[in-house]
């Protein structure tokens, strides 16, 4: 797919998608109950980014300076790595809440693609 046909590379489209969807929640509990949801995941999946962002670079410079012997090399891997897998939980849980939450709605599918030059 082609940069330029990536609906969601601009963020007021992302926001305008979100808001959408948030639009047809009746009961304002399950409305902020998806935003907070959405918030939610959207930092944890920043997070997740950043810890393996961190661990390649930590393994990349272990590997460059041949210095995995150390002991200190190898404790501070071991926290990257905890770290790293920390995040990728707390993401793969906030996905799985924010799947479990849709799952609820009895709203229709934004189709954001199809409607996005009439409606934005």
């Not at 007021?12 to 959405?38: G, S, T």
């Not at 150390?70 to 790595?81: F, G, N, R, T």
Request: net charge negative; glycine share 0%; proline share 2%.
């Amino acid at each position: 797919m082609n940069v330029d046909d990536l609906w969601f590379r601009d963020p007021a489209n992302a926001r305008a998608y979100i808001r959408k969807i948030a639009d047809q929640i009746e009961e304002p509990e399950e409305m902020m109950e998806f935003l907070n949801a959405c918030n939610i995941t959207q930092a944890a999946l920043a997070c997740w980014l950043f810890e393996t962002k961190r661990y390649n670079l930590l393994l990349q410079s272990i590997c460059i300076k041949g210095a995995y012997d150390q002991v200190e090399s190898k404790i501070e891997l071991k926290d990257a790595w905890n770290e790293y897998s920390i995040a990728s939980e707390e993401f793969q849980f906030a996905k799985e809440k924010l799947k479990e939450i849709i799952s609820k709605l009895h709203i229709e599918p934004v189709l954001f693609r199809k409607t996005y030059d009439k409606d934005l």
